[in-house]
T-cell receptor, first 115, second 115 residues
């Protein structure tokens, strides 16, 4: 079984500042890792994913994340945030195998960008 | 990418009644997943639905409360039975990606309020 821990439930930040949203996972098998964003009253949108290869993955809207196998982490970063980045962010893992679409989600981190 | 249509998008229901949520995909998929997102919470997998077999339920979810149908490779329904206010949540349908390089696709969700 897998588990995901998002270390911060809320992250307030000022516009144009950098931000890091932290995610740690636990699994006995290799995993695929994802970050999703959910804007208020909207569905889930994929920001980026790690399947294999380079540990630094770039996604949409200027976000990137680094997979660290030894620390079992997949932290999300953005060098300069905008007001429009205010949303809830979910880290998720999939164990692959026969059901790689089956996701375990973290608790979510609410990012609030202040002017 | 797959296009997923969920119906209804929202509903307000009386306690003790049942609601059936439909999920239609524009392509054939092997696995479909149903998630629940309670207010202010993360997403929790309810069950995995394969065509031609009974759904597989996660711990804490039972078929009598959340019966699922999967009559073909493009359609599934989730019924929330004998509803109580605690069932007020967003229910999301997701489908297995076509290959491991893709991500799981999500419907827009059904926002259910039980009064």
């Amino acid at each position: 079984a897998q588990s995901v821990t998002q270390l911060d439930s809320q992250v307030p930040v000022f516009e144009e500042a950098p931000v890091e949203l932290r995610c740690n996972y636990s699994s006995s098998v290799s995993v695929y890792l994802f970050w999703y964003v959910q804007y208020p009253n909207q569905g889930l949108q994929l920001l980026l994913k790690y399947l294999s290869g380079s540990t630094l993955v770039k996604g949409i809207n200027g976000f990137e994340a680094e997979f660290n196998k030894s620390q079992t982490s997949f932290h999300l970063r953005k060098p300069s945030v905008h007001i429009s980045d205010t949303a809830e962010y979910f880290c998720a893992v999939s164990a692959g195998g026969t059901s790689y679409g089956k996701l375990t989600f973290g608790q979510g981190t609410i990012l609030t960008v202040h002017p | 990418s797959a296009v997923i249509s969920q119906k209804p998008s929202r509903d307000i229901c009386q306690r003790g009644t049942s609601l059936t949520i439909q999920c239609q995909v524009d392509s054939q998929v092997t696995m479909m997943f149903w998630y629940r997102q309670q207010p202010g919470q993360s997403l929790t997998l309810i069950a995995t639905a394969n065509q031609g077999s009974e759904a597989t339920y996660e711990s804490g979810f039972v078929i009598d409360k959340f019966p699922i149908s999967r009559p073909n490779l493009t359609f599934s329904t989730l019924t929330v039975s004998n509803m109580s206010p605690e069932d007020s949540s967003i229910y999301l349908c997701s489908v297995e990606p076509p290959d491991r390089a893709a991500e799981a696709f999500f419907g827009q969700g059904t926002r259910l309020t039980v009064v």
